[in-house]
């Protein structure tokens, strides 16, 4: 089992717009072989230690969806993030952030 993670940052002015389209990313990421589920977090607070407060009001959402296995994660980079990263509207262009990190059992290598 793999964990890809996707950290977003959303401008607060096409944050409720955002969280509906992701929905639907979501939804069309699962249908890709080896994606079996996800779960979306929301920062709600501030983050211990690091000195931020997020006053800006930027909202912050992690999603991990769980992949069955690293070549199934190696196929959906090589073969289809380019056409899903590029799938995002243009009324939000410019107003996100996003970067990814593998999370894998430190059993796995």
């Known amino acids: 089992m793999v964990i890809y993670e996707v950290n977003l940052e959303i401008s607060p002015e096409v944050a409720n717009d955002y969280k509906i ?6 939804l069309q990421m699962l249908e890709i072989n080896g994606f079996s589920s996800y779960k979306l977090f ?8 690091s000195g931020s407060n997020n006053e800006d009001k930027t909202c912050k959402l992690v999603v991990h969806y769980e992949i069955d296995s690293k070549e199934s994660l190696d196929e959906y980079l090589a073969n289809q993030a380019k056409s899903m990263r590029g799938d995002i509207p ?3 262009f410019g107003k996100f952030k996003a970067w990814r990190r593998v999370l894998m059992p430190e059993d796995q290598s």
């Open 21 to 26: 389209w992701l929905q639907k990313h979501i």
């Open 42 to 49: 929301a920062e709600k607070s501030q983050i211990i230690d």
């Open 90 to 92: 243009k009324e939000f």
